[in-house]
Nanobody
Framework: QVQLVESGGGLVQTGGSLRLSCAASGRTFSVYSMGWFRQAPEKEREFIAAVAASDGRTAYADSVQGRFTISRDNAKNTVYLQMNSLKPEDTAVYYC????????????????????WGQGTQVTVSS
């Protein structure tokens, strides 16, 4: 019943920017923390960023700290990932996900904290 639909991926040059969007269904969007993960070929899914529902606090992987920004617009049921200064190693399929109710803090860095996942959107950074 919960649907997450990512968009905004594409091909960009090294140093460029992209903004990913994730549109979520349901009127209770604001109750849940949201996250972004990515998976590159032959690699495990990796935590990128999360934004909490309770206080809007954010968390980032070290690899994207200072370059990526997660935000949410509860009125639009949408979470965003602004990606700047992109590098070839950022190439991956990016997924948004909705955390289980009450998940917070460091638990949001773990994929098991998320109950629902989008279909993913491809981001390719050329070198």
């Amino acid at each position: 019943q919960v649907q997450l639909v990512e968009s905004g991926g594409g091909l960009v040059q090294t140093g460029g920017s992209l903004r990913l969007s994730c549109a979520a269904s349901g009127r209770t969007f604001s109750v849940y923390s949201m996250g972004w993960f990515r998976q590159a070929p032959e690699k495990e899914r990796e935590f990128i960023a999360a934004v909490a529902a309770s206080d809007g606090r954010t968390a980032y992987a070290d690899s994207v700290q200072g370059r990526f920004t997660i935000s949410r617009d509860n009125a639009k049921n949408t979470v965003y990932l602004q990606m700047n200064s992109l590098k070839p190693e950022d190439t991956a399929v990016y997924y948004c996900a909705r955390a289980g109710f009450g998940a917070s803090g460091d638990r949001l860095r773990i994929g098991a904290a998320y109950a629902y996942w989008g279909q993913g959107t491809q981001v390719t950074v050329s070198s």
